[in-house]
């Protein structure tokens, strides 16, 4: 069995959850079996701040981050946070979990909370000309809100020594930065990059950290392409030509996104698979959809599985066949059978992946 590399895996809410109730070593003991099992090498974990944690994203996102730091620091046998090209292969080697620190939506930014000095806000003294020496690209967006430069500078001041090598701009809602896909707030959903979404997308990319367009309206997805120079990677995205929902991706920007070089993992959950029959081969009927477009090379996995949350209303249908990593090795099975070589699944499942993450990295 090949291995897997999953581009998308919300395992850090898991993590937090468990530990708040006082459990200790949760990805050692709850989840290392199951991966290793399925062939689950490498991952995206990402830090999600919920929906219900919105109006305190900064404290929910340093909740996450420290419960996923204290874990991986207690599972140093059975994980290792990748930060390196040569760092997957050598855990990997090692026996181990390659895990990479992701963000899925980056609103956290918008509130983080700046110093308050001598009655005045940070907000204040950057609108005032505070940091005038080095104006940079800032000028361009300081009529949106100002200080939203110095609050990304201490997001990343914080993400960035942590290992962050990945970035999903949005999640559900729009904010300064994009457009969400499918956002009531915003219309027909299709808001746009704005110029301080310009901003971040060159400034994540600076830092080395892989740009992902999932999540993004299709408006968004075009400024990222217009704005990002190099590959980009949709983690947990499917066709939108055989599943029509705004999370899926229009033919253009899987095209586009073949052509820069980059990846699309193929999302599990069954609204993004096919509202009425999200089965096992529908998922697999992405893959072939993708390949045809694009090539075999730019097609992986980002699986996106819901047993890591509890919330209800992410909750996945007794039709869908495809519902966590106990799965995976029955998918692999399937895409054998519906006649996909050794070679081409070894690619989608680990090689692909791997690839793109390994060239941006280096």
């Known amino acids: 069995m090949p291995y897997v ?184 959903g299709m808001s746009g990059l704005t110029a301080f979404g310009r901003h971040t997308v060159r400034t994540l990319q600076s830092q080395g950290v892989v740009l992902d367009v999932s999540h993004l309206d299709d408006i968004s997805i075009d400024g990222v392409l217009d704005v990002a120079d190099g590959p980009v990677i949709a983690s947990h995205s499917n066709a939108r030509a055989l599943c029509d929902v705004p999370r899926n991706l229009l033919d253009r920007h899987i095209r586009e996104i073949g052509v820069r070089g980059g990846v699309i993992g193929l999302n599990a959950y069954p609204k993004f698979v096919d509202l009425d029959h999200p089965t096992m081969d529908r998922f697999i009927d992405h893959i072939l959809y993708m390949a045809d477009l694009i090539g075999i090379d730019h097609v992986a996995f980002g699986f996106d599985f819901m047993d890591y949350l509890t919330d209800e209303d992410f909750q996945v249908p007794e039709n869908a066949e495809l519902r966590s990593v106990e799965d995976v090795p029955r998918l692999l099975e399937r895409m054998s059978e519906r006649g996909l070589t050794d070679a081409e699944i070894e690619k989608v499942a680990f090689a692909n992946a791997s690839r793109m993450m390994s060239h941006v990295l280096r």
């Not at 290392?32 to 062939?39: K, S, W």
């Not at 620091?73 to 990479?100: H, M, N, P, Q, S």
């Not at 020496?133 to 990304?152: I, R, T």
């Open 5 to 188: 590399f999953d581009l998308h895996s919300d395992i850090v809410t898991d993590i937090a959850v468990r530990r708040a109730k006082g459990e200790q070593r949760v990805f050692a003991r709850r989840h290392y079996p199951r991966l290793m099992r399925a062939g689950v090498r490498a991952m995206i974990a990402v830090l999600w701040v919920e929906p219900q944690y919105r109006s305190v994203g900064p404290s929910r996102f340093l909740q996450l981050l420290g419960s996923l730091m204290a874990d991986l620091e207690e599972c140093r046998e059975e994980a290792e946070l990748v930060r390196t090209a040569e760092g997957l292969t050598g855990a990997v080697d090692a026996g181990k979990v390659g895990i990479f620190l992701g963000v899925e939506g980056l609103s956290f930014v918008e509130e983080w909370p700046l110093l308050e000095m001598r009655g005045e806000t940070a907000d204040t003294l950057v609108a005032g000309g505070v940091g005038k020496e080095n104006p940079g690209p800032a000028e361009d967006f300081q009529g949106e809100e100002p200080g939203l430069e110095e609050k990304l500078r201490q997001a990343l001041g914080v993400l960035g020594p942590m290992g962050l090598r990945h970035a999903i701009l949005t999640w559900g809602m729009s904010n300064r930065i994009a457009g969400a896909a499918g956002d009531p707030g915003s219309g027909a």
